[in-house]
Each structure stands twice: as structure tokens, then as C-alpha cells.
């Protein structure tokens, strides 16, 4: 398996655009992820969902920010207007259950820079 | 959730041992001590976890503390690779939920 995908892997925009950022899981797992991680805040769970379900949206930060997930192998974050504090390396991952064997994997990270 | 509290930054010569504690005194019954790292410029990546013994893998050994309030995780011979941020996470699995929660970590830096 090629791994957690994420498209694009840079992406700068203007302030006020909207941006959408794209995960392919490993095929066969349960459970996506989408993480932020800043030099401020760390990294950051912002929404988890299980079997296309999401299940905790409560690390969103505000409106603007949405996750999608269509089906088992595709999932979206939107952020609708950006503002240049959304700049931030966003992270996918996906894992097989909740188990404590189940390790999460994760993606390369787009990065996302809002002039 | 249960905190962990890890030193900000540990160095290390290359090929010697590598000890990175982690203290977690509030930990419950079931909670699960998980490590992953964080090279640069990639996303976190699992090591190692454990309950209650001490366990070893290919990539690290995990020592916890009889009474489970620490633990730590043991490179036996670190190299230039093992360069990175270590984050020591405590995951309760009875709750269902797989979500991690990342503190600030340990930088680990290997002096060639």
C-alpha cells in the first residue's frame, strides 16, 4: 500500500479564497484523521471520522473549516474564506480500529501557506 | 484526558543509548502509553506502546514504572535517522475513541 495521501503537498492562496485539501487513506481503515500543527498550538485534532462518520468535530476551529467524507477512500478539508491564520501544516491519518493495537498512520502533510 | 509532561529537548551521541522519560502521574487504569516521532518535515510516525510491561520492537523498547505514573522510551543505539521529535501520548481505549492527543514532545538531537 502506497500509504496516506495527501494532495496538494504546498499550497498558497490569497486571503478571502477557498482552499481544499484532499486525503486518500490506506485502503481498508476505519478511521480518518485530520490534524494542524502550528509552532503556536502544536499539532491539533481537529475532526475524526469512523466508517465515513464523523464522529468528533470539536477541534474545528470555526465555520470557515469543514471536513467531508464521501466515501471510504477520499476524504476533504475546506476552509471557506482562509485567513492567513489558518497557515498551517495539515496532517491526514487513518488507522484500522480504535483498538490499542491500532497505531494511526499518517500522511506527508499539505502545507498552507495564506498571504 | 490524562497529561504527559516530557523534557523540551534531549541530546545524544551517535550509537550510544537514548533514554526519554515521560511522566504521566495521572494516568488511569486504562489508559495505554503510546510513543510516535515526528522527523522533520513528515508527519508523525507510531513507535512503540504498552499497558503495563516493559515491551521491545525493532525500532525502540518502552519501560513503564511499576506504578505506571512514567515510562520510558529506550533507542538502544541512536543514529542521525532518529533525529526528530518524540511525543509520548496516553490513549484510553475503553472509551472507543482513537483520537490522539500530542503534547509538545521531546526534541531529540544526535551529535554525529
Known amino acids: 500500500d502506497a500509504g496516506v495521501i495527501q494532495s496538494p503537498r504546498h499550497e498558497v492562496t490569497e486571503m478571502g479564497q477557498e482552499v481544499t485539501l484532499r486525503c486518500k487513506p490506506i485502503?481498508?481503515?476505519?478511521?480518518l484523521f485530520w490534524y494542524r500543527q502550528t509552532m503556536m498550538r502544536g499539532l491539533e485534532l481537529l475532526i475524526y471520522?469512523?466508517?465515513?462518520?464523523?464522529?468528533?468535530d470539536s477541534g474545528m476551529p470555526e465555520d470557515r473549516f469543514s471536513a467531508k467524507m464521501p466515501n471510504a477512500s477520499f476524504s476533504t478539508l475546506k476552509i471557506q474564506p482562509s485567513e492567513p491564520r489558518d497557515s498551517a501544516v495539515y496532517f491526514c491519518a487513518s488507522s484500522l480500529g480504535s483498538g490499542a493495537n491500532d497505531e494511526q498512520f499518517f500522511g506527508p502533510g499539505t502545507r498552507l501557506t495564506v498571504l | 484526558d490524562a497529561k504527559t509532561t516530557q523534557p523540551n529537548s534531549m541530546e545524544s551521541n551517535e550509537e550510544e543509548p537514548v533514554h526519554l522519560p515521560c511522566n504521566h502521574s495521572?494516568?488511569?487504569?486504562?489508559?495505554?502509553i503510546h510513543w510516535y516521532r515526528q522527523l522533520p518535515s513528515q508527519g508523525p510516525e507510531y513507535v512503540i506502546h504498552?499497558?503495563?510491561s516493559n515491551v521491545n520492537n525493532r525500532m525502540a523498547s518502552l519501560a513503564i514504572a511499576e506504578d505506571r505514573k512514567s515510562s520510558t522510551l529506550i533507542l538502544h543505539r541512536a543514529t542521525l535517522r532518529d533525529a526528530a521529535v518524540y511525543y509520548c501520548i496516553l490513549r484510553d481505549v475503553s472509551a472507543g475513541a482513537n483520537n490522539l492527543f500530542f503534547g509538545t514532545g521531546t526534541r531529540l538531537t544526535v551529535i554525529p
Open positions: 485502503s481498508g481503515h476505519d478511521y
Open positions: 504498552g499497558l503495563t
Open positions: 495521572t494516568i488511569s487504569g486504562t489508559d495505554y
Open positions: 471520522f469512523n466508517n465515513n462518520v464523523p464522529i468528533d
